[in-house]
């Protein structure tokens, strides 16, 4: 039996025009088996503004009775750190806050775990699923065996409009001489030959 996948879908959305992009996100998961899956929308903004707030718990009323969705706040996780100060895991609270992306990105793991998830997929809020077997691609391999040990993660690529999975390099004066395209264009083409 596959497991019921929780995608994590951090946003951004100090402008109401972030809130149209995550929209066409969520619109996108239509195409997909709802018994399949729930989405956990971090809204990160911190401080927290109530207008987004709302306008998020508008947009997931749109959709909840399509599939399960929930949005998590900055408050929650404060709820939530409080708790764990309590219990004395204070080293763990002090590092769940939205500031940074891998600190967000390690509060969907913590919340996705406390939720009891044994499968998480992260998107982000301004891409859009095409594919209709999404979510048994993403789900493919996992906890198999590959050569000796169990697979547990996986990753994929962003294909772009009219630029296949390549990203466009940005000028080294913009990177100050790092070229991470070209580096993560390399590391693709290897990977996908």
Do not use: H
Not at 4 to 19: A, D, E, F, H
Not at 163 to 185: A, V
């Amino acid at each position: 039996m596959q497991q019921k996948l929780t995608i994590c879908v951090p946003s951004y959305g100090k402008k109401i025009r972030n809130q149209y992009i995550l929209a066409r996100l969520l619109n996108s998961f239509l195409k997909l088996p709802s018994d399949k899956f729930r989405v956990i929308i971090f809204n990160t903004n911190d401080p927290l503004d109530d207008k987004v707030t709302e306008g998020y718990n508008k947009l997931i009323q749109k959709f909840k009775t399509r599939y399960e969705i929930m949005q998590v706040t900055v408050l929650d996780i404060q709820f939530l750190c409080d708790f764990l100060l309590d219990k004395e895991f204070n080293g763990i609270a002090q590092r769940l806050t939205f500031k940074g992306y891998s600190n967000f990105r390690n509060i969907m793991l913590v919340v996705a775990n406390i939720l009891r998830s044994k499968v998480i997929l992260m998107i982000d809020d301004d891409e859009v699923v095409e594919n209709k077997k999404f979510i048994d691609r993403a789900l493919e391999f996992i906890g198999d065996i590959y050569r000796g040990k169990i697979l547990y993660a996986k990753t994929g690529y962003y294909i772009y409009e009219g630029n296949g999975y390549k990203l466009i390099q940005k000028s080294p004066i913009k990177r100050k001489l790092w070229l991470k395209e070209t580096y993560i264009n390399e590391a693709l083409e290897k990977t996908i030959k």
